[in-house]
C-alpha cells in the first residue's frame, strides 16, 4: 500500500501544491467575512482544511498500483453508502433532497464522499477494459456501471450532484478512448433525456429553470436568491466595499452565503480584482491537473487525474456561473470557498491523489492483458486515445 520507491520526488508538482494552498487560505479568509467575522463558525472548515492536508500527506505515499486493485469492494460500498442514505438520509424537506446522513450531532453527505470513490473504480475500470472500449458489451458494461449510483443519486432526488457526477464520468470515458461515433450517439441521447427531464420538473426545480430563461421573473419570490447575489457581485466593482464591509453580504441580503453563494460575498467585498485573483488560482490548479493526466505513461493515473480535473471544473464553473446568471441555480458549493466540512476534505484528498499521481506518472502500465476480456485482434489495437 505505501511505497515510496515508486514515487519519483522530482516530479512532485510543487504548483499544484501551491495553488491548493493559496485557495485554502483565501477560502477561509473569505468565509470568515460571510460569517460576520465569527471565528467559531468556521471552525469546522479549519479543522477540515488541516486534516485535509494531513490526508494529502499521507496518500503522497501510496503505491496507485495497489490503490486501484480493490476498486470492485470501493464500488459495492459506495452502492451500499448511497443505499443507506435514500433509508435514512435527511434534508428533503429542507434542501428537496435526502442527501444528509446524521450520526449524532455529527453529519455528512455520502455523494459527496461517493465521488472519489467512483472517479477510483471508473478508472480502474476503464484502465482494465482499455482496448476494448468501443465493443457493445464493454460500453453496456460501463453505462450500467456509472449507471446504477447516478440513479440512486437521482432518487435522493439530487440533480445538481448528479450533474457534476456525469460530468466529470464523459470526461473521463472521452479520455479513455471512446471513439467519435459513439460520442455522436451519447450525445443525442443525452439532450433527449435532458430535454425530457427538464419538460417533467415540477415545484423549485421549475422555479429555477423558469428564472434561468427569465431573469425577471419572481425577483422577489424563488428568484429573490440570485438577484441578491448578482446586485452584490455587480456592487463590488473594481476594488470592492471593503473586506467585512459588504452591505449585500453583511447584512443579510444574500441566502446561503456561505455555501452556494459564497462567490457574491467575495466579488462584493473584495472586487472584481479579487474574483479574477480566485479565477487565476483555479486556473493554474485545473492546467496542473491537465498536465499530470496528460503526461502520465499510465493509464489509470491519467483517468484518475482527468476525474479530479473535471470534478473541480465543474463545480467552480457552475456555482460562480449560476451566481453570474449564466446558469440555472443549484446547490453546487465553490471549493475552497463555501462551508462544508465534507467537501473540503473531499477536494483536498483528490488533490492528495492528483499530487501522489505527479510522482508516479512516468511508470508505465504493467503490460497484463486480461484474455477473457480482450479478443487476439484488440490485443494490437492503437492506444485509446487514437479515436476513429
Not at 75 to 82: H, K, N, P, T, V
Not at 131 to 153: M, Q, R
Not at 240 to 251: H, V
Amino acid at each position: 500500500m505505501f511505497n515510496l520507491k515508486k514515487k519519483n520526488f522530482k516530479d512532485f508538482d510543487i504548483l499544484l501544491l501551491i495553488s491548493t494552498l493559496a485557495l485554502s487560505i483565501y477560502g477561509l479568509i473569505v468565509l470568515y467575512s460571510a460569517y460576520g467575522g465569527r471565528l467559531a463558525s468556521i471552525k469546522t472548515q479549519i479543522f477540515s482544511t488541516l486534516l485535509g492536508f494531513i490526508f494529502i500527506a499521507i496518500i503522497c505515499t501510496l503505491d496507485l498500483d495497489v490503490v486501484k486493485k480493490p476498486y470492485r469492494f470501493y464500488y459495492a460500498g459506495m452502492l451500499g453508502l448511497l443505499t443507506i442514505t435514500l433509508v435514512i438520509g435527511r434534508g428533503l424537506d429542507e434542501w428537496g433532497a435526502k442527501s444528509w446522513i446524521y450520526l449524532g450531532s455529527f453529519s455528512f453527505q455520502p455523494a459527496e464522499i461517493c465521488k472519489i470513490i467512483l472517479i477510483v473504480a471508473l478508472a480502474a475500470f476503464l484502465d482494465k477494459y482499455k482496448y476494448s472500449i468501443n465493443t457493445p458489451l464493454v460500453l453496456l458494461g460501463t453505462i450500467v456501471f456509472v449507471g446504477v449510483p447516478l440513479g440512486l443519486i437521482l432518487l435522493q432526488p439530487d440533480f445538481g450532484t448528479a450533474m457534476v457526477y456525469v460530468f466529470f464520468i464523459a470526461a473521463m470515458i472521452f479520455i479513455a478512448g471512446l471513439s467519435w461515433k459513439w460520442i455522436g450517439i451519447f450525445a443525442v441521447a443525452g439532450i433527449a433525456l435532458g430535454l425530457f427531464l427538464l419538460a417533467n420538473l415540477s415545484g423549485f426545480r421549475a422555479d429555477r429553470i423558469e428564472n434561468f430563461l427569465n431573469p425577471s421573473r419572481d425577483t422577489s419570490g424563488s428568484n429573490w436568491q440570485q438577484q441578491q447575489g448578482m446586485i452584490a457581485i455587480g456592487s463590488g466593482m473594481i476594488n470592492g466595499r471593503g473586506y467585512l464591509n459588504g452591505s449585500q453580504s453583511q447584512y443579510g441580503y444574500i441566502p446561503e452565503k456561505e455555501t452556494d453563494f459564497i462567490f457574491s460575498v467575495l466579488a462584493e467585498e473584495l472586487g472584481f480584482i479579487g474574483a479574477i485573483i480566485m479565477i487565476a488560482l483555479f486556473t493554474v490548479l485545473i492546467l496542473r491537473l491537465i498536465a499530470i493526466a496528460k503526461s502520465s505513461n499510465n493509464t489509470f493515473i491519467s483517468l484518475l487525474v482527468t476525474g479530479i480535473a473535471g470534478l473541480i471544473f465543474i463545480h467552480v464553473f457552475e456555482n460562480v456561473g449560476m451566481t453570474i446568471g449564466i446558469m440555472p441555480v443549484t446547490g453546487i458549493p465553490l471549493p475552497f470557498f463555501s462551508n462544508g466540512g465534507t467537501f473540503q476534505l473531499l477536494i483536498l484528498v483528490c488533490i492528495g491523489f492528483a499530487l501522489s499521481a505527479s510522482m508516479q506518472k512516468n511508470q508505465y502500465d504493467d503490460g497484463i492483458i486480461d484474455y477473457d476480456t480482450v479478443t487476439p485482434l484488440e490485443v494490437n489495437m492503437v492506444r485509446p486515445s487514437k479515436r476513429k
